[in-house]
C-alpha cells in the first residue's frame, strides 16, 4: 500500500536560515506523482510542486528547491534563507494509481515550520 | 479559470444532529472530486473520491457518506454527527483521471457539541 512519511514533526528556525523538510514515500507502482502543499493558518492548502516518477530533475523556483531521489524514495524540500511567511504546516503527497483508472493522493501527517524573526 | 467553493466555512452542531457540506466547481466538466478530513494531529484522511456523477468511492467505513448529484457538485451528508466528527474537512478536485494536480477548497471547520 501506498505510504507517505514526514519523520519531522515540527522544526524550528531562526530567519535567515535555510530549512529542509524530508519527505519518504512508499509505492508499489512505477508511474506515481509526488507533491508538496503549503497550509497557512488560514488552512486552505496551496499547491507548491508536482514530479511525475520519470523525471528526477530536481527543481528550483525561488527559494524553493525540491530533491527526488527515487533510489531512496524520497522527495525532500529546501527552503533557502527562511523567512517569518513561510511559517506554516507542509504536506507532501503521493499519487499512484488506484483500480477504476484513478490516481489518487496520499498525504503525509505534515511538518510545521516556525520561522523565528 | 476554474475556482472551487466550499461552504459553509464554519459550522457548530450538536451531537446527533444531520450534516451537508457542499462543494462546487466551476470552469471545468468532469472532474475528479475529493473529501479529506483534517483532525487534531493535522494529518490529512480521504473519505470519499468520486470520478464521475454518482460514482462515489469511501476510503473509510465510518458516520458519513457522500454523493455526487452533479458534475460538478460533491456533498458530505451525515444523518447523525458524532464529537469524533469534528475537524477541518476539505474538499478538492483534479482535472484528470491522472489526477496530475489538486486543487483545495477553502475548508469547513466543523465543530460538533
Known amino acids: 500500500a501506498q505510504k507517505v512519511t514526514q519523520a519531522q514533526t515540527e522544526i524550528s528556525v531562526v530567519e535567515k536560515e535555510d530549512v529542509t523538510l524530508d519527505c519518504v514515500y512508499e509505492t508499489r507502482d512505477t508511474t506515481y506523482y509526488l507533491f508538496w502543499y503549503k497550509q497557512p493558518p488560514s488552512g486552505e492548502l496551496v499547491f507548491l510542486i508536482r514530479r511525475n516518477s520519470f523525471d528526477e530533475q530536481n527543481e528550483i523556483s525561488g527559494r524553493y528547491s525540491w530533491n527526488f531521489q527515487k533510489s531512496t524514495s524520497s522527495f525532500n524540500f529546501t527552503i533557502t534563507a527562511s523567512q517569518v511567511v513561510d511559517s506554516a504546516v507542509y504536506f507532501c503527497a503521493l499519487s499512484d494509481y488506484r483500480s477504476g483508472g484513478s490516481y489518487i493522493p496520499t498525504f503525509g501527517r505534515g511538518t510545521s515550520l516556525i520561522v523565528h524573526p | ?113
Open chain 2, 1 to 113: 479559470s476554474q475556482t472551487i467553493h466550499q461552504w459553509p466555512a464554519t459550522l457548530v452542531q450538536p451531537v446527533g444532529s444531520p450534516l451537508s457540506l457542499e462543494c462546487t466547481v466551476e470552469g471545468t466538466s468532469n472532474p475528479n472530486l475529493y473529501w479529506y478530513r483534517q483532525a487534531a494531529g493535522r494529518g490529512l484522511q480521504l473519505l470519499f473520491y468520486s470520478v464521475g456523477i454518482g460514482q462515489i468511492s469511501s476510503e473509510v467505513p465510518q458516520n458519513l457518506s457522500a454523493s455526487r448529484p452533479q458534475d460538478r457538485q460533491f456533498i458530505l451528508s451525515s444523518k447523525k454527527l458524532l464529537l469524533s466528527d469534528s475537524g477541518f474537512y476539505l474538499c478538492a478536485w483534479s482535472v484528470d483521471r491522472a489526477a496530475r494536480g489538486y486543487t483545495f477548497g477553502s475548508g469547513t471547520r466543523l465543530t460538533v457539541v
